[in-house]
């Protein structure tokens, strides 16, 4: 597992018509609890772009808005996930690829240029070839197609996350949504770890600085 050495700037995007280029982000890496979520995107040339911003920019009723004017009106996108399980296994990062190259094989259309947020890029595969994709740093926040995947993958993060609040109460998961809030960490310390934690992470507080910071993704 590498970083990436297929850098793309803004510059190189807007050279791509809209509709060819595929944007890919993730959300849920810092939580304590539940699935790793990545989505992809495709965008027509009269979406509208006003709508969009990095997703942890966004209050819940735009992000809400957006999604939905976004599965209706994208020309492709798809959400992939990597579970708690995959999570141990993989580490976070490798799980995070991983829900992403899912993403990817969720669409049905053939993009000229594939952007992923961050710096690390997943394998990605289409009929049998291998598909590179170009890492910018902070693309969920200037590309278009990659801040409808940020919107796709938190809102659809958030959802799983409300649903496993009815299946596990207690812990509070409709509210941080699995990030370490004081909340979840008293939540655990009360009740211990859920089969939804991931026990490879540091459960409850310590002295020393966070290892994820609650408000990243």
């Given at each position: 597992?590498?970083?990436?050495t297929?850098?793309?700037?803004?510059?190189?995007v807007?050279?791509?018509?809209?509709?060819?280029?595929?944007g890919?982000?993730?959300?849920?890496?810092?939580?304590?609890?539940?699935?790793?979520?990545?989505?992809?995107?495709?965008?027509?040339?009269?979406?509208?772009?006003?709508?969009?911003?990095?997703?942890?920019?966004?209050?819940k009723?735009?992000?809400?808005?957006a999604?939905?004017?976004?599965?209706?009106k994208?020309?492709?996108?798809?959400v992939?996930w990597?579970?708690?399980?995959?999570?141990?296994?993989?580490?976070?990062?490798?799980?995070t690829?991983?829900?992403?190259?899912?993403?990817?094989?969720?669409?049905?259309?053939?993009p000229?240029l594939?952007?992923?947020?961050?710096?690390?890029?997943?394998?990605l595969?289409?009929?049998?070839?291998?598909?590179?994709?170009?890492?910018?740093?902070?693309?969920?926040?200037?590309?278009?197609?990659?801040?409808?995947?940020?919107?796709l993958?938190?809102?659809?993060?958030?959802?799983?996350?409300?649903?496993?609040?009815?299946?596990?109460?207690?812990?509070g998961?409709r509210v941080h949504?699995?990030?370490?809030?004081?909340?979840?960490?008293?939540?655990?310390?009360?009740?211990?770890?859920?089969?939804?934690?991931?026990?490879?992470?540091?459960?409850l507080?310590?002295?020393?600085?966070?290892?994820f910071?609650p408000?990243?993704?």
């Amino acid at each position: 597992m590498k970083k990436s050495t297929n850098y793309c700037t803004f510059e190189t995007v807007l050279k791509i018509p809209v509709h060819l280029v595929c944007g890919i982000d993730e959300a849920g890496r810092g939580p304590l609890a539940g699935p790793v979520a990545a989505a992809a995107a495709i965008l027509p040339p009269d979406f509208p772009m006003e709508i969009l911003n990095d997703s942890k920019r966004m209050s819940k009723a735009r992000r809400e808005n957006a999604f939905q004017v976004i599965t209706e009106k994208a020309l492709d996108w798809s959400v992939g996930w990597a579970t708690v399980e995959e999570i141990e296994q993989r580490n976070i990062l490798g799980a995070t690829l991983l829900a992403m190259e899912r993403a990817f094989q969720g669409l049905r259309k053939m993009p000229a240029l594939v952007v992923v947020d961050g710096i690390f890029t997943p394998t990605l595969m289409a009929d049998g070839a291998a598909v590179e994709a170009a890492t910018m740093p902070k693309a969920d926040g200037v590309v278009p197609a990659v801040m409808a995947a940020s919107i796709l993958a938190k809102v659809a993060r958030d959802h799983c996350m409300d649903c496993l609040d009815q299946t596990m109460p207690g812990y509070g998961f409709r509210v941080h949504k699995g990030y370490p809030t004081r909340l979840h960490r008293e939540a655990i310390a009360a009740l211990g770890p859920s089969r939804y934690h991931r026990l490879s992470f540091q459960l409850l507080a310590q002295e020393s600085p966070l290892l994820f910071d609650p408000s990243g993704e």
